[in-house]
């Protein structure tokens, strides 16, 4: 018959219960089947157990430099980019290019989704389209472009804009069609109009949709980036690698994943970042 | 809700007379719905300026359908008829209907253009007991708070009408007795004519003035609460014998068997 009280009191303070130091928290609790409390730079673990396995496979010579380059040597090699510039010159026109294509993409295909989701005129002319262009592979569409803008900044921009806007439509507009016809019915009965009915309503209804596309869209930017400075550029990170290509230095080659990674990495983090701030309200496994 | 239990008499000031002015909605010869077998089959009703009308009926009446065309819900339906309502008519749902993504204090301003519009949220919000609770979530709330919230939300732009559709259905029932007190104190306070669709026989005499109970799409019987019948904020009924007569009588016009459903 102790047991309860001892429940409880453990539940409630056991720290302030000199009789209770060092016991166990003994509430009956049931098994939880969702992923638990979410721990601060958990993300962190993974991507640094694959650069411990990297390090370990390089300093025991399992690895060789010249398949792999070893972490050191990549570090070194970005020390010595730094030093005359050459990297963040490159990294700076190639985050100049995909920021440029993100937020034209995020543009693009935000107004489209809200044009399609709130007209039905609008997803008659809109939807189809789209569809078309999300079945053609965005890079088969390169050299169309090269022919129609030449290979300067525009068909870059333009390339990353068609690749970025595509999910971001496609999310927005499924997050939007998802919104549950109750709150449409609310809206009427408390009187809002139209512009009230897209704030209050259409707009944070579609979010959850709009972030899980611009996931998609950070991702997609950067591949398409390697692609239009690999295949015919004279600046950026992917030039910077293709060079290194011709003559041979996998550490620079290497130096270039990694940034790709590291930016990757972080844009993720970022969107997520904000995602959790505007989505609080949601409460879903993620937590 | 303390405060609200705290000023009543035993038969609340409310209840003790239904108005007789001019009716404030008025419908006629209302039929909606597909086929040869309507939802509504030509109903009448009349609802008079702070008159408090219980709409009962089994499921599948047509009594949400009758409800949802006064809030002017019934875009897509096929029907005819004279449909008269108030300009300002207030919508509560079975669901309290609040926006997840908005505060509770967002959710009672929605739709409000006036510039105090927060200071009339929170005071509505104080008259349901959620005071202090403006900046929470809507799923921070138990369902009661949440009904509650609608509530204040229905009522923090003064309807002439209140339309409730089962807004207690959901509720459990020690809850929802207590929404029976504040809903009845509410309406007292600001005197909108209410029509409640439910299918508690016992809610119905508890609140309303009039019962109507609706058969196969057509107003089927009417019933005038007396004061002394209706259960009053105390919880017991002045004229017990009174109240269980009109409760046998509805729960025949429902078609339940009396003999067995009775205690």
């Not at chain 1, 609310?186 to 009915?197: E, I, M, P, S």
Request: charged fraction near 20%; aromatic fraction near 4%; glycine fraction near 12%.
């Amino acid at each position: 018959m102790s047991a309860a009280a001892v429940v409880e009191r453990t539940a409630v303070a056991p720290h302030q219960d000199p009789t209770l130091a060092g016991r166990e928290d003994v509430r009956p609790t049931g098994r939880r089947l969702g992923p638990g409390r979410r721990r601060r730079l958990a993300g962190l673990l993974g991507p640094s157990a694959l650069l411990l396995l990297w390090t370990a496979a390089s300093a025991t010579g399992l690895l060789d430099p010249r398949i792999l380059s070893e972490p050191w040597t990549v570090v070194a090699t970005a020390g010595e980019l730094i030093a005359d510039g050459r990297l963040q010159e490159n990294l700076a026109i190639s985050a100049q290019r995909a920021g440029l294509g993100l937020f034209f993409g995020i543009v693009v295909g935000a107004v489209l989704a809200l044009v399609s989701g709130l007209s039905r005129a609008g997803e008659a002319f809109i939807d189809g389209p789209v569809q078309i262009k999300r079945a053609i592979p965005g890079l088969a569409l390169i050299p169309l472009l090269i022919l129609w803008f030449g290979i300067d900044e525009t068909m870059k921009v333009l390339t990353i804009t068609l690749g970025v806007f595509v999910p971001i439509y496609l999310q927005t507009h499924a997050g939007l069609r998802g919104i549950d016809l109750r709150y449409v019915e609310l809206a009427q009965t408390v009187g809002l109009n139209r512009a009230a009915f897209i704030r209050r309503v259409v707009l944070p209804g579609a979010l959850p949709g709009f972030f899980l596309g611009l996931r998609f869209a950070v991702t997609g930017a950067w591949v398409s980036l390697v692609v239009v400075e690999q295949i015919n550029s004279t600046s950026g990170i992917g030039y910077m690698m293709e060079l290194a290509r011709t003559y041979g230095q996998t550490n620079i080659i290497v130096l270039g994943l990694a940034v790709y990674g590291i930016l990757g990495l972080l844009s993720d983090g970022v969107v997520r970042f904000i995602e959790r701030k505007a989505l609080s309200w949601q409460r879903t496994l993620a937590g | 809700m303390a405060a609200h239990a705290g000023g009543l008499t035993a038969v609340a000031p409310s209840r003790t007379k239904a108005p007789t002015e001019a009716p404030l909605v008025s419908v006629r010869g209302l039929v909606r719905g597909f086929g040869p077998k309507g939802v509504l089959n030509g109903v009448d009703l009349d609802i008079a300026p702070g008159e408090f009308v219980a709409l009962l009926g089994p499921s599948g009446c047509g009594k949400s359908t009758l409800l949802r065309a006064l809030a002017g819900l019934d875009h897509d339906v096929k029907g005819s008829g004279v449909i008269n309502v108030p300009d300002r008519v207030s919508v509560a749902f079975q669901d309290s209907r609040l926006l997840p993504w908005d505060t509770v204090l967002g959710n009672v301003t929605l739709g409000l253009g006036d510039h105090d519009a927060d200071t009339k949220a929170r005071r509505a919000l104080a008259e349901v007991g959620l005071a202090g609770r403006e900046k929470s979530w809507p799923h921070e709330l138990s369902g009661g708070e949440q009904q509650r919230v609608a509530l204040a939300r229905s009522l923090v732009r003064e309807p002439q009408l209140l339309l409730a559709d089962e807004p207690f259905g959901a509720l459990d029932a020690l809850t929802r007795i207590k929404m029976h007190g504040l809903l009845r104190d509410l309406v007292a306070a600001h005197r909108p004519a209410v029509l409640l669709v439910t299918h508690d026989v016992d809610e119905a005499i508890a609140l309303a003035h009039r019962i109507v109970v609706l058969d196969s799409g057509r107003v089927a019987t009417v019933r005038a609460v007396a004061p002394e019948i209706g259960t009053s904020a105390a919880g017991t009924p002045t004229d017990a014998a009174g109240h269980e007569a009109l409760r046998r009588d509805l729960l025949t016009a429902l078609g339940v068997d009396v003999t067995v459903a009775s205690h």
